[in-house]
C-alpha cells in the first residue's frame, strides 16, 4: 500500500485509538510526524511519545491522554491541508480553532508551530491540522 498521506494516516490512527479509548498507538516514523507528536505534548494533548526502534522502520508509540473521568482530551482532529489541495496562510491570517480552544499545527519555516507559536514568530505556512 502506498501512502499518499502519511500525516492523515497518523491523525486518524490517534482518532481511532482515542475513540476505542487505547493507552497507546504506535505510529510509523517520520520527521513531520515526530514534530507534531512534540506539539501534541507540549500542548497537553498526549501524555507523551517515543520512537520505538524495533526492526527494519521506526514508529512513534504515543501515549493518549485522558481525563481522570476517562473521558477524552483530544475530541477531534482534522486534516486542514491535503496533497490534492494545499492549505497556506500567512501571519495575518492564522487560524482561530474553535474560537482559540483548539490549536492549528502549521508547517511553517521555522518548523513545526501551532497558530499561536506562529503568531508570535510573525511566520505563515501550510496549515497541516487542527486538533481540539
Same mark, same amino acid.
Given at each position: 500500500?502506498?501512502?499518499? %498521506?502519511?500525516? +492523515? %494516516?497518523? *491523525?486518524?490512527?490517534?482518532?481511532?485509538?482515542?475513540? +476505542? *479509548?487505547?493507552?497507546? @498507538?504506535?505510529?510509523?516514523?517520520?520527521?513531520?510526524?515526530?514534530?507534531?507528536?512534540? =506539539?501534541?505534548?507540549?500542548?497537553?494533548?498526549? %501524555?507523551n511519545y517515543e520512537?520505538?526502534?524495533?526492526?527494519?522502520?521506526?514508529?512513534?508509540?504515543?501515549?493518549?491522554?485522558?481525563?481522570?473521568?476517562?473521558?477524552? @482530551?483530544?475530541? %477531534?482532529?482534522?486534516?486542514?491541508?491535503?496533497? $490534492?489541495?494545499?492549505?497556506?496562510?500567512?501571519?495575518?491570517?492564522?487560524?482561530? @480553532?474553535?474560537? $482559540?480552544?483548539?490549536? +492549528?499545527?502549521?508547517?511553517?519555516?521555522?518548523?513545526? *508551530?501551532t497558530d499561536r507559536?506562529?503568531?508570535?514568530?510573525?511566520? $505563515?505556512?501550510? @496549515?497541516?491540522?487542527? =486538533?481540539?
Amino acid at each position: 500500500m502506498s501512502m499518499t %498521506d502519511p500525516i +492523515a %494516516d497518523f *491523525l486518524t490512527r490517534i482518532r481511532n485509538a482515542n475513540s +476505542a *479509548l487505547h493507552k497507546e @498507538v504506535e505510529i510509523p516514523a517520520s520527521k513531520i510526524k515526530l514534530e507534531m507528536a512534540r =506539539v501534541l505534548k507540549e500542548e497537553g494533548y498526549i %501524555d507523551n511519545y517515543e520512537i520505538v526502534d524495533s526492526g527494519k522502520y521506526p514508529s512513534i508509540r504515543v501515549t493518549l491522554k485522558y481525563t481522570p473521568a476517562n473521558e477524552r @482530551v483530544i475530541i %477531534d482532529l482534522s486534516r486542514i491541508s491535503k496533497p $490534492g489541495r494545499r492549505y497556506y496562510t500567512n501571519s495575518k491570517k492564522l487560524p482561530k @480553532v474553535m474560537g $482559540g480552544l483548539g490549536i +492549528a499545527i502549521l508547517s511553517t519555516p521555522k518548523g513545526i *508551530l501551532t497558530d499561536r507559536q506562529a503568531q508570535r514568530e510573525n511566520v $505563515g505556512g501550510e @496549515v497541516l491540522c487542527y =486538533v481540539w
